[in-house]
Each structure stands twice: as structure tokens, then as C-alpha cells.
């Protein structure tokens, strides 16, 4: 079996009502840029298709983190989650990066708050 067909038995997509959230263009258009040099050209519609996919896998995702909520009876989706979600679906090799990242990012959130703290208290 081909794994485009593995992966469509594997995933129960639902679909509600009204058109799926997409991401904005200038975001997606940002991402792109920041990964090539900046004289780089990108081709009309590669935009669109990146907001595709990227909404696609997000998808994938949210419902794999869906799933192991049911499963545990809890209502919250958390970062471990995510994580968990990501090696779940095959994509183990970039775990370690996004840990990283979100200790980073709490790190830095925390710093922020203790900074808007301590400038409220002056």
C-alpha cells in the first residue's frame, strides 16, 4: 500500500460547517522569505499552496491531539500534546527543535511578565 494511502486510513478527517480557517497570506508569505536569500524570487501560487498544506497539517495534528484528549477525558490541549502529536504522526526528528523552541519561548514570555511586573510596581 502506497503511504499516501496508509496515511488516509490512519486519519479520520472532519469536516464542519463553513469554510476551514486559513492562515494569512502576508504571514505565509513572511515564513517563505525568511528562509531564502534575500534577492530570491517566489512563484505565483506557491503562497496559496503553503497556506494549504500548512493549514492541512495543522489539521492533521489538532486531530491527533484531539484524540489523545478524548482518550485521557481531559478538555485542554496542551504543548505536550503537540509534541506528543508530532512524533505520533511521524515527524519524531523535529521533537527536539520544537521543544526547544517553546522552552525558549516560555523563557522569554516569563522575562516579560517579570519585566511589565516590576515596571507596574515603580
Given at each position: 500500500?502506497?503511504?499516501?494511502d496508509?496515511?488516509?486510513?490512519?486519519?479520520e478527517?472532519?469536516?464542519g460547517?463553513?469554510?476551514?480557517?486559513?492562515?494569512?497570506?502576508p504571514?505565509?508569505?513572511r515564513?517563505?522569505r525568511?528562509?531564502?536569500?534575500?534577492h530570491?524570487?517566489?512563484?505565483?501560487?506557491?503562497?496559496?499552496?503553503?497556506?494549504?498544506?500548512?493549514?492541512?497539517f495543522l489539521?492533521?495534528?489538532?486531530?491527533?491531539?484531539?484524540?489523545?484528549?478524548?482518550r485521557?477525558?481531559?478538555?485542554t490541549?496542551?504543548a505536550?500534546?503537540?509534541l506528543?502529536s508530532?512524533e505520533a504522526?511521524?515527524?519524531?526528528g523535529?521533537?527536539?527543535?520544537l521543544?526547544?523552541?517553546?522552552?525558549?519561548?516560555r523563557l522569554?514570555?516569563?522575562?516579560?511578565l517579570?519585566k511589565?511586573?516590576a515596571?507596574?510596581?515603580?
Amino acid at each position: 500500500m502506497p503511504p499516501e494511502d496508509v496515511l488516509n486510513d490512519a486519519v479520520e478527517i472532519v469536516v464542519g460547517p463553513g469554510p476551514e480557517p486559513l492562515l494569512p497570506l502576508p504571514t505565509i508569505g513572511r515564513n517563505i522569505r525568511s528562509c531564502l536569500p534575500p534577492h530570491a524570487k517566489v512563484a505565483c501560487g506557491v503562497k496559496d499552496g503553503v497556506r494549504e498544506y500548512v493549514t492541512e497539517f495543522l489539521g492533521f495534528l489538532t486531530s491527533e491531539c484531539s484524540d489523545r484528549m478524548r482518550r485521557q477525558n481531559r478538555k485542554t490541549i496542551t504543548a505536550q500534546d503537540v509534541l506528543l502529536s508530532v512524533e505520533a504522526v511521524g515527524f519524531a526528528g523535529f521533537v527536539p527543535d520544537l521543544r526547544r523552541h517553546d522552552n525558549e519561548t516560555r523563557l522569554k514570555r516569563a522575562h516579560d511578565l517579570r519585566k511589565a511586573r516590576a515596571s507596574s510596581c515603580t
